[in-house]
């Protein structure tokens, strides 16, 4: 950790902040300057940061050396996590597909997009049965009758499932439906369900946040595996810019810089990441060329008909179109479909 | 509500949506131009939105005319909102201080610091006593203990207290402690949450998420008005821009939009709004003049050892400075202090 | 053109625009609702925007229904257009790929990287001798010398060259040198610029702004084509936002809404786009999959001496790299390095 | 300046650099850690840029503990700088107003808004003559035909004249006319364009870009400063961001920041910053109690016939009662209008 002083701080006022990194236990380091006088303070930055030195007023600015997160870092496991969502890797030679309605709107609906999704290689089905919507007057959601529609669509595809969970008080009863538990973006930071579905032991699929820094949804994942749980399975879904073209900003960046910094698979959300029906395949293709291990879109058989997000799905037609679009592009990246 | 076809839309296309719009009730309108037909639709728009028009191939656009808002908004009431927490008025003419630490840290630190600023004029006290923090290795709050001291702050100073709820399952024992909840930034946007505290009646602080809109803001308010409660106190904390020289970017545009929208009353945060401890009384001066119904500031009597947000925070000296440098912005916005 | 009017404006209100907008040779539409008055101009919307309804007290939103934009637009031709610098054409089937150092420094630096990069399959050199910099006491560029060194590089490997222009002064001298004249992200909405090129007939190579729409860019294309030169090429850079892992957020969104909008050809800038050297292969796979016409790339032979953005240099063996992990995804996409 | 080095760089790389800092007459220091190995060095800054040490391969990050720029910070000069437009000086206990047009579109207009705004008490008169618009198809400006309309104002109300100079080669001629060239936001970095108003001595008055830091703004004034004119104010006008609802998002955070980091006046633009004429007032009020030197506004006695910008200008009457509201919040702030 590096301390820069302010200009008027004196040779005393070093000393004093010498003396407290001496005393955690910590290596000083004292670098006199013409402008500004640094120090240094060496050990585990953990305990540093309980030292609070931002705080002093003599104290211009601390700059941390070290990430926050550590276990979720690829210093601490160098090789790939793999985490399965029922008997699905997710994180190895396979590209995963994970497709499904934005809603959860009746059996027949849910039924037949799944047969389709199934039938043309997706390999775990989404849905929404607890929906996170803007406004209270939009769809919110089938609830519980939705997870029993979903289990449903299991059965007869074969296929593990995904689903959101909103709520701390949800979690006890989805982990008896779904094979995932999906964290949304608006609850990236929720903190009190990042722990209760660390304490489940289920993969859980964390969706960037629309404003969180690469760090922080990392550190997310942090609490996750914090409180037990090392199934975690990351999610870039856009992010919020001024541009109004699309509903988000899709950043692939951050795609190749978690697979720097973290051991965890990374999938990608083009149908959130655009918000515009037409441009999911090409950013698919895109996200299967910059080095993600998945996506997962979003797909209704009737998108004129859908009570959320329609704009954005894929018809069963444009399913199959991308799932023979992306197949080179997989390919190109040395894995397979 | 505007529906924007696209260019190869046929005469066909527009009829069979107008079809659709006259059958729910609405008042259709054909608008056919030189290189794109518009077409109208004259009546409740939540009922339009139901029709999901954005959904079908041949739509290019939808247009909504009117806010999704409505409990919130002016439309519906055109005079200021008060909101009381316990005794004191928020939203009329009093400029309302609200002041204390970011976090609750132990009795004496809690007391100390309420007794000085209800000496100063502050007319209520905040404290953290759940902490939603990034890293899972920081500081995350004393919890219930916490509010057993802020408890002993109100007794001790006659003031009521603030304090944020985190979770669903906080809000019942919450409301035995405290006279208002605050709902955090992350959460602006954790549906059930706003639920849950809308079937309190007890007042709501709802702070402006980190890159929420205005109109998301008004939404979520929307959500705790729907809920049955319409005590609701909004307020501008800074949104997450480019600019790192500040912890965040205090929109004040927004508390002026927010005022002529709405008639619910509107703090500033000039601690998160800033995150810089220098900044917050020029910044509490313009939110004075902007037309904000008050602040809410965090302070510490020794904020070099604050276990949070130490560099945000005010020592005593400068908040008695702060209200001494509000006071004449207070009079020439023509309230008091 | 769809004019929302304010809640209190009269049928008199409505009237008056209605009158403006046929004596300006219109068609009015006239739609009453219950909370709002609408009305619609239907014609040529530049004609439209003269009248600047948006200015009147009783307007509450002027909505434009078609882009600004004209002769860029698929509207006008729905053909790719193919753009050629000296013999080399970019827009058809084969994905152009153009590198060279971030700054001309001496004849032998530009020499050498000229040969490496020509040698592994860049079809055009870029080189900057005019150089946009933050900082006044940062290395400002060769001037006038720096183009005669490009020029040598031109004549050694055959391929044309590509260099910024930045101000209106140098574009006559400028032309003599280079077959494709640039333009930087910070000059995009220098309009004196836009039409000093325009006039020109040379290539040009039109970067997006740091926080420029993709509207604007389009706009900003129009007005180098409205000033009489159809040869423009438009470059995604990456855009500013919150994110500090990476330079820039590259928005590949913006190459695939591009390739829809505008038969304009689309390059991607992928290291000003992360400003990371280790994250520039994938990213080129991505832009490479997403549709993309070619990428524009630093490469320094010794990045550890630059004189500027050495950081996201690629060296000699990592461009040849990159050329290789490029070739199968280029041939997904359907195309030929 | 501090050097943390790759957890895989060897001592022998760490000597490596060592070397290099002492070579170049700087002050090495050397500090191996548990999971880090961190250098410093000490002494001038920009010597050590030129290092480029952030190209090696073994340095994960260089952070400088100094800013870039020098003459415009208040380590150079702590008192706050005047600079005079004529014979108006902006910077001390005035507050200072400037109004006028957005476009000079005619000589009745120019001459009567001048007249009001002059006798309400504005200080010097705005107005474009040049104007940079996002579509060739915009009303482009008078040119110098406008600024001897401009001319004819000031010779009417004695009052000096500020418009904006968009390229290089206009500097000579508008130096005849004005007495201060205005910088606008998509110039900020227009470097030629800043070392030609550097050379003249005028007044510059510069204009924050859209999306440029806090510190960009501050190193492009630095250009100025060092191409001989000191004689610099600067001006926050809103920055863009995701929020709709405004224009711009007026960042009075920066002109908090900027005060105590510069010794230049700022003035904020109210009518950019928010796009929108009933926020004009309140924000301007702000703009006096965060501690800005003044305002810049846009007025037109006919807004709905302005040529541009007539969305956001204060007809006469509005003119006259912001300058009455704003008298309280100066003299609040210790100024006098």
């Known amino acids: 950790m590096i301390i820069v002083l302010k200009a008027q701080a004196t ?6 902040i010498l003396n407290k990194i001496e005393q955690a236990g910590l290596k000083p380091l004292y670098m006199p300057g013409v402008e500004r006088t640094v120090l240094g303070a060496l050990g585990d930055e953990r305990v540093l940061q309980k030292l609070h030195l931002e705080n002093l007023p003599t104290v211009e600015e601390v700059k941390p050396i070290l990430t926050k997160y550590k276990m ?5 496991q160098a090789h790939d996590s793999v985490v399965r969502i029922g008997n699905v890797p997710v994180g190895g030679n396979r590209f995963t597909v994970i ?3 934005c809603s959860v709107e009746s059996e027949q609906q849910m039924l037949s997009v799944s047969e389709v999704v199934a039938k043309e290689g997706a390999v775990a089905i989404r849905g929404g049965a607890f929906k996170p919507r803007t406004s209270p007057y939009d769809f919110q959601g089938l609830g519980e009758e939705g997870l029993k529609l979903m289990s449903l669509a299991r059965d007869m595809t074969g296929l ?3 689903s959101e969970v909103m709520e701390t008080s949800q979690v006890d009863m989805m982990v008896n439906y779904v094979d995932c538990l999906q964290i949304g973006a608006r609850n990236m930071q929720n903190y009190g369900l990042l722990k209760a579905v660390g304490e489940t032991g289920k993969p859980v699929l964390l969706k960037r946040g629309l404003s969180a ?4 949804l990392l550190l997310a994942a942090e609490y996750i595996y914090d409180a037990g749980n090392p199934n975690i399975i990351l999610c870039e879904r856009g992010i919020r810019t001024f541009e109004t073209a699309t509903r988000n900003t899709l950043d692939l960046n951050a795609v190749a810089v978690i697979k720097q910094k973290s051991h965890l698979p990374v999938l990608v ?11 999911v395949i090409p950013l698919s293709r895109a996200a299967a060329a910059v080095g993600a291990d998945g996506i997962i879109v979003e797909s209704h058989l ?9 704009h954005q799905a894929l018809t069963g037609e444009m399913f199959a179109q991308l799932m023979q679009e992306l197949k080179p592009f997989v390919e190109a990246a040395g894995r397979t479909l």
Do not use: C, F, M, Y
């Open 213 to 216: 820094t690469i760090e922080e």
């Open 160 to 162: 593990p499932i995904v």
């Open 302 to 310: 009737n998108p004129s008909e859908a009570l959320s997000d329609g």
């Open 11 to 16: 040779e005393q006022d070093a000393k004093h």
């Open 72 to 76: 979720v870092s690829r210093d601490v």
């Open 269 to 279: 959300d083009p149908s959130h990441g655009t918000g515009v029906r037409e441009l």
């Open 99 to 101: 497709a499904g309605p």
